[in-house]
């Protein structure tokens, strides 16, 4: 997966191996337990998305790879703290056969293997002299937070509006693609006007990321999305095509009831799925990611003209009929 | 407990009392969730240990209560969110009857709890423009990481040397007591000289401070502590006592064969606290947290001679013969 995504970014290729080398030697400490856990979670790929937009954000001034690589590795390692943490389960949620940090170190390594990654972009952030990183960085992993506590409060509940979505899943995903956007540019003195064009182009991005995340959980082939199908709707985290369905399906009585229920055979989440599809919850979530990535095109579209604006084209255009 | 030592503190009584209303203010968001569980945290108490290093340190200097407040809430706020995180269970170790933050409301929220106390904590230190609070800070929380960890990958290992325990504790437990001695006084524009010596100070105290800890998990009173005696030696977490008594105990195959059993009953619990304190093993380790207090106490004495300095002093004496 990581191949495919580098694939696009042939500008960056080299930058992308300085932060990778640099990803797998931020994570590397006298004790042995915790490289190995943090080396297998680096090695384990990733799109590296948040890199990737640091630097490409970056391009859009006084490019200086010295000043953006700590960022970089920065930013991906707040987000893989995220998803370390977000592994971390009850046991009445555990899922069998899927090989998670969790299920490999259990749920305390997790924790704490969290919020190593944590201080280890902390340390890295800690070099930056401009104030506007770490606060950029601290009021998003807040944001972060309340979004994770949110979606938890609000699983299994089918009373949701839309702007609940939203506001979930700009706090989950939007926030720090925006900032890895923003910041790359900062890092290399950018102006204000620029960054901030760079802060909005990153959110529209980042929402129809996540959007085409949540309908691909309905869609995607098993092998290629690397887990079960329907993992949201089973962990009763509702997104916008079952929004969308409960609000307009013919059979939403029956959706409710599917969604509502804790312990969903296969046989249920597959029948939730194919009534979300037969209304139309997923060709909407689709529309609504659309129109984001027409929003972040409009963005680019002030940017000033640097060669790295065709790759930021081609990546919302990717971000929008991705498979995987 | 928290007003007893406040009791000591006269002199920042008023100080201690404007960190606890922002501390309480600095958990609130717009999530009721998550205000409510982190709010529930705050009102539980605790000793406010760092905060109170962190006044007393800046006492040394220029002390600025405007400069101090964001810090020792920031200082209180790391210390918290590494208690919930610690609060992460794995099933087969789940504590019956001890109502944590994981018993409430589940290790998924402990997880986003401890993050979200922590990045409330970077927004806070994100306001000092010194950048040696951020860098140690960002240092600290990674080696308190690495500490938890080697406590997890040693538990039930009973072939433990001193200089294990010594490396634990100091990630533990003494570096962030250090840290909020020494950047008490940076945040008041301390000269290297003195926040170094305060530094030093904070590690001695910190380390009397765990040892002394460690020692009340075996022979402290269940309602003084809080929690049920010996708890240490049923998470497998082998401390300075027990170590001792594991080199020098005439019985100490028996002491061997309980500390390894992963499903000890209460008896064993007991037999194994007799077996150590019988041998001397309790003894030596107040022995040992004496010594470190002596050293604190030395380091005190080439401090300038601040009002203060007496109560740092008290407080050297009270982390030695404290009885909760």
């Known amino acids: 997966m990581t191949k495919?995504?580098?694939?696009?970014?042939?500008?960056?290729k080299y930058e992308l191996s300085v932060v990778e080398?640099?990803?797998m030697s931020a994570v590397r400490c006298p004790?042995?337990?915790?490289?190995?856990?943090?080396?297998?979670?680096?090695?384990a790929g990733g799109k590296r998305l948040r890199p990737i937009f640091c630097l490409l954000g970056g391009k859009f001034y006084n490019f200086n790879l010295d000043r953006l690589v700590s960022l970089a590795v920065a930013l991906e390692l707040i987000h893989m703290a995220t998803l370390v943490h977000d592994d971390v389960v009850d046991s009445s949620?555990?899922?069998?056969?899927?090989?998670?940090i969790k299920a490999r170190w259990g749920n305390k390594i997790s924790a704490h293997l969290g919020d190593y990654l944590l201080g280890k972009s902390l340390v890295l952030i800690a070099q930056y002299k401009d104030p506007l990183i770490p606060k950029v960085l601290a009021d998003t992993s807040v944001k972060m937070c309340e979004g994770e506590i949110v979606q938890i409060a609000?699983?299994?509940?089918?009373?949701?509006?839309?702007?609940?979505?939203?506001?979930?899943?700009?706090?989950?995903?939007a926030l720090l693609i925006s900032a890895s956007c923003k910041l790359g540019a900062v890092a290399c003195g950018a102006p204000e006007q620029l960054h901030q064009a760079l802060h909005r182009f990153g959110h529209h991005i980042g929402m129809a990321f996540q959007i085409t995340d949540d309908i691909l959980d309905m869609t995607a082939e098993q092998v290629k999305l690397g887990k079960p199908i329907g993992g949201d709707l089973r962990q009763g985290?509702?997104?916008?095509?079952?929004?969308?369905a409960l609000h307009n399906s013919p059979q939403r009585e029956r959706l409710r009831k599917i969604a509502t229920n804790r312990n969903k055979s296969d046989a249920d989440v597959d029948e939730a799925i194919e009534l979300i599809t037969e209304c139309g919850g997923v060709e909407y979530a689709a529309g609504v990611a659309k129109k984001y990535i027409t929003k972040a095109k409009q963005e680019l579209a002030e940017l000033p003209d640097v060669p790295?604006?065709?790759?930021?084209?081609?990546i919302a255009d990717f971000v929008g009929i991705r498979s995987f």
Chains 1, 2 share one sequence.
């Open 154 to 173: 609000t699983s299994f509940n089918t009373n949701q509006a839309l702007r609940d979505y939203f506001y979930r899943i700009n706090r989950k995903t």
């Open 308 to 314: 790295v604006k065709k790759t930021m084209q081609t």
């Open 237 to 244: 985290i509702i997104t916008l095509p079952a929004i969308y």
């Open 4 to 12: 495919l995504i580098i694939d696009f970014f042939d500008e960056i």
């Open 21 to 23: 080398k640099e990803l």
């Open 93 to 100: 949620m555990t899922r069998r056969g899927i090989p998670t």
């Open 31 to 43: 004790d042995p337990l915790l490289t190995e856990a943090a080396t297998h979670l680096v090695s």
